[in-house]
């Protein structure tokens, strides 16, 4: 597998829980003395609960009751460790009455960061694969979100605000940054088993004025006598905001025996070229042309993606018109070119004018009448329903789907929109299990999907809501899209599929790649037809995936694909995850980081910096030659990528002039 190395000083960065009987708080002590603390509460039938008075246990832990309901403190070990490091609340209804558990809140009751607004700088991870992962700053308001497409993008759409400045929503983890005294905290949920975790933070001109880590429970049923745990808390600090978060996803990885692979998967994706137009012969014009050029491009998949099936539901039916022999038919025929098959799947939508749909309408989400909840108004002139995946049945259909597939020799499956599965509740969707919240449903979908797939096949999950699949999907995407256009119609949401998003969710991410899964930043593209990239804008989205390393597909058609603009693809393919402690020197500054780093695999000596113009002026960019790891005073070669100039040595700084949307990548060894 897959797994980067453990941080060495993993654990020293790790906060110490206890239970602070004299202020009735959960306590996190740092290293350096400094104390965090956090008020436990509980949302019962939309009312919030916390005891008046707690009970110490022998263990350290805390219990108390309030309106018949025992709410409990207590602490867990985390990977490699004897020490209680992560700390975790429950419920336990002692009522004779069935309710609705809204979640778990820890409230901060000091200040987590003696940072003033001005100088506090906070990176807020994402809910789902398109949702923003990036740095704010006082004075800015939330990432602006597609209003239609909210309840996919972000966890909390009822409370999501992206008019008024200085509130935010973070997801799984929450870095805040003093940028006077590099001083960072995070704190974060390394756990995501059953609730999505979210964090609610608000400024005001002088400091950070409130600070809430959420467990979202959904108004599962609470039963009398049954028992809730919330997620695994912790909080680390440290100097450098993103190696916490690269420490923050090893524990994450460690807790939820993350599954990545053996190595970096390659191959050939049919949508970003045909689209829902992909035919038969496409497919095999594509697998023909790369059995004749194996030695150029060594790929290992070659996947169709959407638009060979009769309908969304129906995995196992072609439209005739375009597949005329069938799906077995296709995986043999790759088979026989040389080349693994791969195949995508939308595996919890469900359309009405599908056979599924038709067959089992109780397998999907209904509403509070009873009636289907719909998902997609139209998909291709269908709704759209969810497959309810807390429905049993609904399970075993895609257990017996996907071994089917696997049958067929399908060894790959690019699974798409599996945040529906969650969404569908912000639209008035009802579980058939009350006892389910949006995280156990995707999962009890995914984990029937694996079972159907076997451990031995890839599985990327794509459009995902990114905490249910660690575990279970071997390869995530990371970004939103990529489309063969800078900006389409100059869509101006967070979370569309314009290149700028993609960049920002990449390098700003990649502290999950070989931590969780396999990072995918979606197919390369270099080719001159049906592309209205320029080439600027190619060589930067070829330079992200170099630096940034995971995945590597491509979405050209062959057969028109340039022989200048293939050698592109080539580097990628031969330079595979080429780097070590990649980053973003620029995290806490800008939305969308201009300035990369990575160390090269090969040769520890040298030291690759991206530099990234997004705007549509041109733009200077400095970096301090200490920033890249040199010593001061250092005299350090550089050459640069593109271009081959080698400018001799400098010192001091690199500062270089860029045009808009364009990129230079620098090579430095000392």
Known sequence: MIRFPVPADIYRQLAKPDWDSRSNTLSFTRTDGKITRFRISAEVNGKMLSPDAWETLPAGEAKG?????????????????????????????????????????????????????????????????????????????????????????????????????????????????????????????????????????????????????????????????????????VLMHGTEGYSLLETFAWLWGARMKAVTWSHIPTGWCSWTYYFERITQADMLENASWLRDHKLDYPLEYVQM??????????????????????????????????????????????????????????????????????????????????????????????????????????????????????????????????????????????????????????????????????????????????????????????????????????????????????????????RIDNNKLTENEVRMFTAALWIAGGMILTGDRFSTLVEERGRLFQMLLKDLDAFNDVRPLDLFEEEYPALWLGKNRQNAGQIAIGAFNFGETSKTLRVELTQAGFPSGSKVKVRELWSQECPGEINGALQTELKAHSCKIFLLEA
Request: with cysteine.
């Open 65 to 233: 009751l309030a309106d018949g309901f025992e709410i409990q403190l207590g602490f867990k070990t985390v990977a490699g460790q004897e020490k209680r490091l992560a700390a975790v609340a429950s419920i336990t209804n002692l009522t004779s009455d069935k309710v609705k558990l809204g979640g778990f809140r820890f409230s901060a009751v000091d200040k987590i960061l003696s940072a003033s607004s001005h100088d506090l700088r906070i990176y807020k991870e994402g809910w789902a694969m398109t949702s923003p992962a990036a740095s704010v700053r006082y004075g800015e308001k939330e990432f602006y979100l597609n209003p239609d497409y909210k309840p996919f993008a972000t966890s909390v759409p009822a409370i999501y605000d992206d008019k008024i400045p200085n509130r935010f929503v973070a997801n799984y983890a929450v870095v805040l940054n003093d940028r006077n005294s590099s001083e960072n905290i995070l704190i974060g949920f390394i756990s995501s088993e059953a609730q999505a975790g979210h964090f609610n933070l608000k400024m005001d001109a002088t400091r950070l004025t409130a600070f809430d880590a959420v467990c979202d429970c959904d108004g599962i049923e609470l039963a009398p006598g049954e028992r809730v745990e919330s997620e695994e808390l």
């Open 305 to 526: 993606d959407d638009g060979y099936q009769a309908a969304l539901g129906d995995w196992l039916v072609c439209d005739h018109k375009k597949f005329p022999d069938g799906l077995e038919f296709l995986a043999r025929e790759i088979k026989t070119a040389g080349f693994k098959p791969g195949i995508w799947v939308a595996p919890f939508l469900v359309a009405e004018c599908s056979q599924l749909y038709a067959a089992h309408p109780e397998w999907t989400v209904k509403d509070a009448s009873g009636q289907t909840a719909w998902a997609m108004p139209d998909w291709r002139g269908s709704r759209v329903a969810i497959l309810d995946c807390t429905r049993p049945e609904a399970c075993a259909w895609l257990t017996e789907t996907f071994a089917t597939l696997a049958g067929y020799g399908f060894e790959y499956v690019k699974l798409d929109f599996l945040v529906h599965e969650a969404g569908i509740l912000a639209l008035g969707g009802v579980y058939a299990d009350p006892k389910a919240t949006r995280v156990q449903a995707i999962r009890r979908g995914l984990q029937a999907i694996r079972k159907g797939m076997g451990d031995d096949k890839f599985i990327l999950g794509c459009t995902n809501v990114l905490g249910a699949g660690v575990g279970i999907i071997n390869g995530c995407r990371i970004s939103t899209d990529f489309l063969p256009s800078w900006n389409i119609n100059g869509e101006p949401y967070k979370e569309a599929p314009t290149l700028p998003n993609v960049f920002r969710n990449v390098i700003n991410r990649r502290y999950m790649h070989g931590r969780l899964w396999v990072n995918d930043a979606d197919a390369h593209i270099a």
